[in-house]
């Protein structure tokens, strides 16, 4: 199994920054799996935010890059997502999730509200 554990949301106002934390667990879970960041705000289908592969490669929604920085520390079983000059359109739930393969493993998810 694989547990993931959010922590950093919050409430901060526009122009902002915030920091989340994930932290991996399990007799499953190996640094070689791949990890991210997802969204879903009210209304609104889950989106991608920003995936890191277990080389360190990344990739990034449109609307979050060069504001949002995604990285992690095998050592520590860690992915962390930096979010700088923080809009009110990003005011969401953030999942953390790890992928491998066909599995893949959801959080359970940190409130982010951004105030204009």
């Known amino acids: 199994q694989v547990r993931l554990v959010e922590s950093g949301g919050g409430l901060v106002q526009a122009g902002g920054s915030l920091r989340l934390s994930c932290a991996a667990s399990g007799s499953s879970f190996s640094s070689s799996f791949g990890m991210g960041w997802y969204r879903q705000a009210p209304g609104k289908t889950r989106e991608l935010v920003a995936i890191i592969t277990s080389r360190g490669g990344t990739n990034y929604e449109d609307s979050v890059k060069g504001r949002f920085t995604i990285s992690r520390d095998n050592a520590k079983n860690t992915v962390y997502l930096q979010m700088d000059s923080l809009k009110p359109e990003d005011t969401a739930v953030y999942y953390c999730?790890?992928?491998?393969?066909?599995?893949?493993?959801w959080g359970q998810g940190t409130q982010v509200t951004v105030s204009s």
């Open positions: 999730n790890s992928y491998s393969g066909f599995r893949a493993y």
